[in-house]
């Protein structure tokens, strides 16, 4: 098993910068790549990027890229979504996942491990 922790969520204006973390425990070497998917109220959860953990290839949804990083640290085990230019419709609740599929796929049924997601709140 994987456990997954997000932080850093929190309430701020447009067109500011924020960095998410998710801290990872238990069997991370089983990991092959980790994510954030974001759910905004009355929305399905939707992806916005992906990293491996070797070798730290990235995919990003169209809707974030340019404005979104996604990186690691795998010495301690921490997963970080640095976001700028933030937008309204960027307010979502964002989770942390962790998937051991090899090929990259926004399929939330290959992503085998999640967070309980953390808030980010975006204000005109």
């Known amino acids: 098993q994987v456990q997954l922790v997000e932080s850093g969520g929190e309430l701020l204006q447009a067109g500011g910068s924020l960095r998410l973390s998710c801290a990872a425990s238990?069997?991370?070497?089983?990991?092959?790549?980790m994510g954030w998917f974001r759910q905004a109220p009355g929305k399905e959860r939707e992806f916005v990027a992906s990293i491996t953990r070797s070798a730290g290839n990235t995919w990003y949804a169209d809707s974030v890229k340019g404005r979104f990083t996604i990186s690691r640290d795998n010495t301690n085990n921490m997963l970080y979504l640095q976001m700028n230019g933030l937008k309204l419709e960027d307010a979502a609740v964002y989770y942390c996942?962790?998937?051991?599929?090899?090929?990259?796929?926004?399929?939330?049924?290959?992503?085998?491990?999640w967070g309980q997601g953390t808030q980010v709140t975006v204000s005109s």
């Open positions: 238990g069997r991370t070497s089983s990991v092959y790549r």
């Open positions: 996942a962790a998937s051991t599929t090899i090929y990259f796929t926004e399929n939330r049924a290959e992503w085998h491990y």
